[in-house]
């Protein structure tokens, strides 16, 4: 399968001045009247029972696990996730403007916005937005360090207590809330938000525990949406929206399917298409640094050691995703330029021996078949992932078989995905194979596996760093290279980076993570594809709304 590579960015950008983005760009204008020669588009995911909750900030609601928020709630600029150097689609801001060391930022509101309740879009609610995650930690997802943030007719200001080079796109691609609603919100991190209003293109029409209904809104500000009707639904797991898909009662959505040029593409070559754009992100095995046994560095670089890539991506993925290769754990090619000259060709080897040296100069024993601690107690864990998560579980399954060489018990379990996504931001878990986000640089890549920003104690909602490492050390690269006013100093707080996470292996990266879907050209047609990236092609990002706009009846 071929996947579309990345551009990077280059380096020196941080240096420009003021940064002016965009004219007013927005959606493709719609029909006179809303779409209906193709009919229902069902969008799957296979993220098991749900419960009615519509809250956009929480990635445990409804609304974000199927993806429906995005087709409601809208961001401020479309940020193209598998083309990250593009320039962002101006959205609800139509330009922006950063100072010279992005400290602060100032967004232009789109005029001739309303709320799907008739009231009016402005900068007030940009602003209001902002403020919502700098006032509640656990909804700053990308724990941004806002300072004040004010507004100036149709413009909101928003400043930072540090330059946020390294952030600009996640900025811009923040969701915006109505403040005349979200301010009478006494608990806007727990409440189930039922009847949400948005600026997006659609509008909660009913909710079930079978299906979500969306159907498109009056007055929408980028024209009327084609398709007429939107049902979210989440299959069991993914051998069941596999079916789905298959057969066509569910033509979006995004699961593993192995062998999917015979099971899914052969089902109908003509309709049927799956792209998987790759950058700079990958799927991680985060280890709980403050549990046993992974409190222990030894241990987690003798995992690391005995974990086969290849084995990753031919057995749990049917070589759809590439395997990593490099000792930085970055995807290459796209993060060629970007490896620290110690590191250059080196790869990713399996070495049990190598492994179990590592863990006998830290004082572990093998007994017999069993491998002890310096305390004398046996090395074991668990290993957690969703139920019907097949790629994720065979991959945790090739980890389990591979310790088991080093004497070490490791159990594969399973959750269901409200309980598994609680269990890893509150740290309850002592390994879990999860996804990192990609970026314009690998900053976001290893800043989600283990930053010391992102640290939060067990028990409270981490956004990121899951398996809580703390390094100062590498706090302070991280620091350092998103406040940076230079190539060289940025340069150096990466190769920092990359020591740490190979010395210490703070997280295990595993694989290469595509921005992947599978989608239907029978009924609808202006999908993403390998000749036109113009966006992410997932379901369940700020994305959506965009895709939703340039869909037309196939053969219209």
């Not at 079978?210 to 009707?229: K, M």
């Not at 700079?280 to 670089?301: G, M, T």
């Not at 070490?408 to 409200?418: G, P, Q």
């Amino acid at each position: 399968m071929r996947f579309s590579k990345l551009r990077t960015v280059a380096v020196g950008l941080a240096a420009t001045a003021l940064v002016l983005s965009g004219c007013s760009a927005g959606p493709p204008a719609g029909g006179s009247g809303g779409g209906g020669g193709g009919g229902p588009l069902t969008i799957g995911m296979p993220n098991g029972p749900q419960t009615n909750n519509s809250n956009p900030f929480l990635n445990t609601s409804s609304a974000r696990s199927l993806g429906y928020a995005f087709a409601i709630y809208e961001p401020l600029a479309q940020v193209n996730a598998v083309r990250p150097s593009d320039r962002p689609t101006p959205w609800l801001a139509t330009a922006w403007e950063w100072n010279a060391d992005s400290t602060a930022v100032t967004l232009t509101a789109r005029d001739g916005v309303t709320w799907s309740d008739g009231r009016p879009f402005t900068a007030e609610d940009i602003a209001f937005s902002l403020q919502i995650r700098k006032d509640n930690a656990a909804l700053n997802e990308d724990a941004l360090p806002f300072a004040e943030i004010t507004t100036s007719g149709n413009t909101a200001t928003a400043t930072f207590t540090s330059p946020q080079f390294v952030n600009q796109n996640k900025i811009l691609n923040l969701f915006v809330v109505p403040r005349h609603i979200w301010q009478n919100i006494a608990e806007p991190t727990t409440d189930l938000n039922q009847q949400p209003v948005g600026t997006g293109p659609y509008v909660l029409d009913s909710w079930t525990p079978q299906a979500v209904r969306l159907v498109p809104r009056q007055g929408y500000w980028g024209g009327q949406p084609q398709v007429p009707e939107l049902r979210y639904t989440s299959y069991n797991d993914n051998d069941a929206l596999t079916n789905a898909l298959v057969s066509g009662d569910a033509q979006w959505g995004w699961t593993f399917i192995a062998d999917i040029d015979t099971v899914y593409i052969g089902a109908d070559p003509e309709h049927h298409h799956f792209i998987a754009p790759s950058g700079l992100a990958v799927d991680a095995l985060f280890l709980n640094a403050e549990q046993a046994p992974f409190n222990d560095a030894a241990v987690r670089k003798a995992v690391d050691m005995v974990v086969s890539r290849e084995d990753v991506s031919t057995l749990a993925t049917s070589g759809a995703f590439d395997p990593l290769t490099n000792v930085t754990g970055m995807p290459m090619p796209a993060g060629d330029d970007y490896v620290a000259g110690q590191y250059a060709g080196r790869a990713y080897e399996v070495d049990v021996e190598g492994a179990r040296r590592v863990l006998a100069d830290a004082g572990y024993v093998l007994d017999g078949q069993t491998l002890r601690d310096p305390a004398g107690n046996p090395v074991e864990f668990t290993l957690v992932d969703p139920a019907g998560w097949s790629d994720y579980l065979t991959s945790l399954q090739l980890v389990a078989d591979a310790v088991a060489q080093l004497g070490i018990t490791a159990r594969v379990e399973t959750m269901n995905t409200d309980a598994w996504t609680n269990a890893v931001n509150q740290g309850d878990f002592q390994a879990t194979l999860h996804w990192t986000n990609g970026g314009s640089t690998p900053w976001d890549m290893y800043s989600n596996m283990f930053d010391g920003a992102q640290y939060r104690p067990l028990g409270e909602t981490a956004t990121w760093n899951y398996g809580r490492f703390q390094n100062a050390e590498a706090t302070q690269a991280f620091a350092t290279y998103a406040s940076a006013s230079d190539a060289a100093a940025r340069e150096a707080a990466l190769h920092t980076i990359q020591r740490i996470f190979v010395e210490q292996a703070p997280a295990i990266a595993m694989i290469s993570r595509p921005n992947a879907a599978e989608y239907s050209t029978r009924n609808w047609t202006g999908w993403p594809t390998e000749a036109d990236l113009y966006s992410s092609p997932q379901p369940t990002g700020p994305q959506a709304s965009m895709i939703l706009m340039r869909l037309r009846p196939t053969g219209s």
